[in-house]
């Protein structure tokens, strides 16, 4: 009997020769990155440990725009940085001195050094501030029940002292966050939210204090203590929401290999990439990952470009084949002529698209972060209007003039508005977490609310990117075992898959000797002293099949294929199912052959799709859809898919996705099943929702609140209590969510 054996017939794709570099045709970034690496450019990155809102990206950008030789400037919110471009005489220095006039600490960054360690460190901050308000704040209002219960006389005052002594060391303590930002705003003329938080602080306390030394029958440290507990609240809640999201470009830059084998006069010697230079031969092994981009001079192999182009299957390389950094070399040895290493080569290219892809979203600003545009001047004047307002009423009573400026102050606190979107996302992210979304950032599900475009990559996403056997059945028992047994001498997934759909049927692999496997082809061995082979088509001697497969043959019989599919993603069908009844477009743009992109298309019922596109091309399809006003949500995995992940309006990838891929998107889909998706865009739709209903709410307390502070109808303390239900009513609101 003739048996015929391929272990995987990979559909071959041509490679253009002009460039290995994937993200070379992303113009105008390319255009721009190589403008930046001219001698007379320079690019500097700086952290802002205090930047936090809209207004601080504005003031930074401003005060760097007006500086001689800066050319432009970023400000990363999320990762509160700022990138600068500007002339190689512009040192880190200079920029550093302009923005300490403007009110912001700032430190050069060491890009080879960046971490996620003082993102941590200021979350711990927060949290032990927030933690030492709230113990405290617990212990004052129990002495202030005391007191409202009718304590008079030195029992009252004794109470007052000892609240004092617990309150003014948390309000120092607890409220430094506050004072820091708002002290570093005055000294060069700036009033930020900041301002009004601190001076709300200081006067609840100094007026608390004042009344306690003249046995005044009002003290107000409990609201002073309360205030500082729900403000820090609110912004740990926001640090949270920014904290997880980190860079991309970063995990791309980890990607890189530091240090590969050089042939020098047919030594092998180990060097670092920065010393490799264009023509150097160089020797990457199987298992390794291309550390530079260049063309196959010797040796023959298979190599995994998934994370590159998307391709579902390995590529055949041999001499004069075209690789790019990043690239998986799978079974045989090759020896490279370099092309370009370091940072000009494609995967360095990518982290460059990225970081630009990533700064430009960082320009969205929140509803939150646009209302403090207005509101902190509106709150500035209403407590000195009223300040000034009662002191010519009374004739000059300062000590009611105070109160009333300082109840004004306290009742018109932005701790509402802070809370406003911290606080319905974190109640949407736990609703989407319970159905297997995690949300990384904190305006993810604003903007997600707005998407009207869904764009899918196909492997890895759509799809399991794990390929399954179709026609076992179709072939003789002996034909199987022999492909079983030569299937389960390789590592190539098609061989993979193969092997296990043989074991799961029950078929015990034939006997086979001399197993040897070619690299870039497939198996061979002796079969009952006959030769047999599994792999490639023209290994075979076969025609290639329309779907992919991997072939067996002995002897000269005619080879047999055994064909493949990939397993689709659970919920994949429900999820274009339900994005499709919500109105959205969907689009389906992957890097694999057009049979396989076609065949899931029309499974799925998608039309509007495209085959072989290469990163830059995915990312530029991005663009040119937001371009054309639509709100673009990308759905990816890959290495292929971080810059259009990163320039999408909101993106989601599988936690299977890689590092890059998942540090690029907004949120992370934690299990295999997709029908997540279509809940999360109709739950940020509920989220907007709430925000705009917690903007009301904040709306109305301010309309009833403020006249009865103006008009001295409410203590400092009836201030404080007042803005927490307010606090509380839009927490609660939020909670509705869940």
């Given amino acids: 009997m003739t048996a015929t054996l391929e272990p995987k017939a990979f559909e071959d794709v041509e490679y253009a020769s002009v460039s290995a570099c994937p993200a070379c045709a992303a113009a105008p970034s390319a255009a721009r990155i190589a403008q930046l690496s001219m001698p007379d450019h320079a690019r500097l990155m700086l952290s802002l440990p205090a930047a936090h809102c809209a207004a601080c990206i504005s003031t930074v950008e401003q005060a760097l725009a007006a500086t001689p030789g800066v050319q432009s400037s970023r400000v990363n919110l999320t990762l509160k940085r700022v990138s600068v471009d500007a002339d190689a005489a512009v040192t880190a220095d200079q920029l550093i001195s302009v923005l300490a006039g403007v ?71 607890s409220g430094q966050p506050f004072f820091k930002s708002a002290w570093a705003g005055v000294k060069v003329g700036r009033l930020g939210m900041d301002f009004p938080i601190s001076l709300a602080l200081v006067l609840a306390s100094g007026i608390s204090i004042f009344e306690t030394w003249n046995s005044g029958v009002h003290a107000y440290f409990d609201a002073a203590v309360m205030l500082c507990f729900f403000l820090l609240l609110g912004r740990y809640l926001d640090h949270r929401t920014r904290a997880v ?23 092998e010697v180990t060097r670092a990439i920065s010393e490799i230079a264009v ?13 530079v981009d260049g063309v196959v001079v010797d040796g023959t192999s298979e190599v995994d470009r998934s994370l590159l182009t998307g ?34 080569s494609s995967l360095h290219r990518m982290a460059d698209l990225v970081a630009v892809a ?141 092997a296990d759909a043989s074991r799961k ?43 992919t497969a991997t072939y067996l043959c002995a002897g000269e019989g005619s080879a047999r294929a055994f064909t493949f599919t990939d397993r689709l993603r659970p919920g994949a069908e429900a999820a274009i199912a339900e994005l ?59 290495l292929n898919d971080t810059a259009a992940l990163a320039a999408a309006h909101v993106s989601i990838s599988p936690a299977s996705a890689l590092d890059a891929a998942r540090a690029a998107s907004d949120i992370v889909l934690l299990g295999q099943d997709m ?24 709306a109305l307390y301010n309309v009833i609140a403020v006249p009865l502070a103006l008009t001295g109808f409410a203590t400092p303390l009836a201030a404080a209590l007042a803005m927490s239900l307010s606090s509380i009513t839009v927490s609660l609101n939020s909670l509705r969510l869940k």
């Avoid at 999201?245 to 006069?265: C, H, I």
Wanted: proline share 4%; glycine share 10%; charged share 20%.
């Fill in 505 to 547: 049927a029950g078929i015990q692999p034939a006997q086979v000797d001399a197993l040897r496997e070619v690299p870039g082809y497939g198996v061979e061995g002796l079969w009952r002293g006959q030769a047999v082979r599994l792999g490639r088509a023209s290994w075979c001697d076969a025609d290639e099949a329309a779907m």
């Fill in 675 to 698: 029908a997540a998706i279509g809940d999360a865009t109709r739950i940020s739709g509920q989220t907007k929702r709430r925000i705009l209903q917690n903007f009301g709410l904040s």
């Fill in 358 to 498: 990533e700064s430009a979203k960082t320009k969205y600003t929140t509803l939150a972060e646009r209302a403090a545009s207005w509101y902190s001047p509106i709150v500035h004047l209403l407590s000195f209007g009223a300040f000034g307002f009662w002191m010519w009423k009374t004739g000059g009573d300062l000590r009611y003039a105070v109160n009333i400026s300082a109840a004004t102050l306290i009742i018109t606190c932005p701790c509402a508005l802070g809370l406003a979107v911290p606080a319905v996302v974190t109640s949407a992210s736990g609703r989407l977490f319970r159905k297997g979304l995690l949300i990384k950032h904190g305006t993810a599900l604003e903007r997600l609310a707005q998407v009207d475009t869904v764009v899918f990559d196909k492997t890895g996403t759509l799809t399991m990117g794990a390929p399954e056997v179709t026609n076992l059945a179709d072939h003789p028992r002996a034909a199987v075992e022999v492909a079983a047994a030569l299937a389960s001498a390789s590592s190539h997934p098609l061989a993979i898959a193969l």
């Fill in 103 to 173: 009110g912001y600490e700032a430190h050069e960054l060491d890009a080879g050094l960046l971490s996620a360690t003082e993102t941590d460190r200021q979350g711990r901050e927060l949290l032990m501030r927030l933690g030492v308000a709230f113990f405290s704040m617990m212990n004052v209002m129990l002495l202030s029940v005391a007191v409202w219960s009718g304590a008079e006389g030195i029992t009252r005052d004794l109470f007052h002292w000892i609240s004092g002594a617990i309150a003014i060391p948390t309000v120092l303590f």
């Fill in 279 to 291: 023509g150097d031969l160089v020797l990457v092994r199987p298992g390794g990952r291309m550390p």
């Fill in 311 to 344: 391709e579902s299957l390995p590529v055949f390389a041999g001499p004069d084949m075209v690789v790019s950094a990043g690239e998986v070399n799978l079974t045989g040895p090759l020896t490279l002529r370099v092309t370009a290493a370091g940072k000009d």
């Fill in 580 to 638: 499709i009844a919500q109105g959205k477009t969907i689009r389906l743009i992957s890097g694999d052959t057009e049979g396989a992109v076609a065949a899931l298309a029309n499974r799925l019922g998608i039309t509007d799709w495209a085959s072989g596109a290469l990163p830059a091309e995915k990312a530029a399809l991005v663009r040119d859809l937001t371009l054309q006003g639509r709100h673009v949500l990308m759905v990816g995995d890959g």
């Fill in 245 to 267: 999201a980190r860079s991309a470009a970063e995990e791309l830059a980890a990607l890189e290999v530091p240090r590969t084998v050089v042939l020098v006069d047919g030594a």
